[in-house]
């Protein structure tokens, strides 16, 4: 493909009707401080504070100074705030216990008072033996600093806490989430995603993700990309540079030599990796009736042999290609190449030994990764993630894949998607953080595969090109695929 972040305020708009359910929610609602919800429609959230209940006590019994209006704060005895408040600090310990940080102050939480619909609270690890049933408890929200987002659910008198899976996508209360995915990822095996850039929580939602690396795209001449290795490697992510060049000049006299005299450039600059031009196989990218896989290849070469001279490490990834089947059976067109009879032109043209990786699309799925078939549109091996592995490296015997770019278009939040990608429609966000999980760990058990980028973290364009959609930083900064694919690195 070319490529050129709300805060979300948790408030169910029904509860559950049975009069067991009514009757929970009373003696909850008892509980909690009456100020907070005098005359409001739904919960406000309440400033976070500190996680001592001595230091609480004392911020509440403490004397205003003169002209200042004190702040009644809930606190953990004597008032009626105090279950839901002894709650939401027991959560927040389990919770830091569980990432492996101190968590004191938190940049803003939300909470719910929910009827859960079984004693797992909607949030149980996976395998859980759980029974149905109405259980009142609280739901929390914490924003972390570095805007990172956590869900965790605890009943009443919070002797059972669950951190949820993703935030948004738990079944409290009967709301489908993002079912657990088993297996997880191991060896060489890295996930990374192209991103926009590092502003509103980026960073945070990648570190969350578990990824190592970080994509940019740009062209030869571009004189950001220097930068963006250094912003990359500051932020303690390998880095990918995936360098288009010009489809006008490309066939010109010198232009390889130019092309890999950049690609070189980048190299020194510190590139880990970099990836040789993309989507050759359209007249997007490479000149209208001069696609050809004998010619690229030649490119490559230069490109591999200036790359290693100048940075010997630096992974060198063949352009992915877009797959397509539109070249009909010929597999060829003036316009397009269908990508499998372009991967076995490069094979024949010896591409494979002047590639670390082969590069790899993945960007059309609407079934699961685990699926060969019952995709709604048809049956061809692109729509399916492993039979668009197999084909792209199958030509190149031992050659691993790097997928370039892997991403599952869901609207969820946005209007209908415009023509030409109406395809994605039913995709939800719950599947896309399902789907990408579950691409990583096929992904990694098939030993072929050295990189998963994820197509895209945080794009916010959403027009004639849904880029957004396709993002995993959703509108409110939630990021349901992020903790989808950190559960199968662990």
Request: aromatic letters at 10%; hydrophobic letters at 40%.
């Amino acid at each position: 493909m070319n490529h050129t972040k709300r805060f979300s305020q948790f408030a169910k708009s029904t509860l559950p009707t049975a009069l067991g359910a009514a009757v929970l929610i009373f003696v909850l609602l008892a509980s909690v401080t009456m100020q907070t919800f005098a005359a409001q429609a739904t919960p406000t959230p309440i400033p976070a504070q500190p996680a001592t209940a001595t230091t609480v006590a004392a911020a509440t019994a403490a004397t205003a100074a003169p002209g200042v209006t004190p702040i009644t704060v809930p606190t953990l005895a004597g008032t009626p705030g105090d279950k839901m408040m002894e709650a939401y600090f027991k959560a927040k310990e389990l919770l830091g216990k569980k990432i492996g940080k101190k968590i004191g102050v938190v940049k803003n939480w939300t909470f719910e008072i929910v009827a859960f619909t079984d004693d797992g609270l909607g949030c149980a690890p996976a395998g859980t033996v759980v029974k149905p049933g109405f259980n009142g408890g609280y739901s929390f929200v914490y924003t972390l600093f570095d805007n990172s987002q956590y869900e965790v659910h605890t009943n009443v008198d919070a002797s059972k806490i669950y951190i949820c899976p993703t935030v948004g996508g738990a079944t409290a209360g009967g709301k489908p989430g993002v079912a657990p995915v088993p297996g997880k990822i191991s060896g060489g095996f890295e996930i990374g995603g192209q991103v926009q850039d590092f502003s509103l929580g980026t960073v945070g939602k990648m570190n969350q993700a578990r990824m190592k690396w970080v994509k940019f795209q740009f062209a030869p001449g571009n004189g950001g990309a220097n930068g963006a290795i250094s912003a990359g490697h500051t932020q303690g992510f390998k880095v990918l540079i995936s360098l288009k060049g010009d489809r006008s000049q490309v066939l010109q006299p010198g232009y390889f030599d130019q092309y890999a005299s950049a690609a070189a450039g980048l190299a020194t600059a510190g590139a880990d990796a970099i990836e040789v031009w993309n989507e050759q196989n359209l007249d997007r990218e490479w000149p209208n009736g001069q696609i050809d896989p004998n010619s690229y290849t030649q490119l490559l070469s230069k490109a591999f042999n200036a790359i290693h001279t100048a940075n010997p490490s630096t992974i060198v990834i063949s352009g992915a290609l877009a797959p397509t089947g539109a070249a009909g059976p010929g597999g060829k067109t003036a316009a397009y190449w269908n990508d499998d009879v372009y991967y076995q032109g490069m094979a024949a043209a010896g591409a494979g030994n002047y590639a670390d990786c082969i590069g790899v699309h993945y960007n059309e799925g609407v079934v699961s990764p685990t699926q060969t078939s019952g995709d709604p549109r048809d049956s061809y091996p692109t729509r399916y993630f492993t039979t668009m592995l197999a084909r792209a490296i199958g030509p190149f015997a031992g050659k691993p894949a790097c997928f370039t770019e892997i991403g599952f278009l869901t609207p969820e939040g946005y209007p209908p998607l415009p023509a030409g990608f109406t395809w994605g429609q039913n995709t939800t966000i719950a599947q896309q953080a399902q789907y990408l999980a579950q691409a990583a760990v096929a992904a990694s058990a098939s030993g072929r595969v050295r990189l998963m980028i994820v197509f895209n973290v945080d794009f916010s364009y959403y027009g004639a090109d849904p880029q957004a959609g396709y993002a995993i930083i959703r509108i409110g900064g939630t990021c349901p695929a992020c903790d989808s694919l950190a559960a199968v690195a662990q």
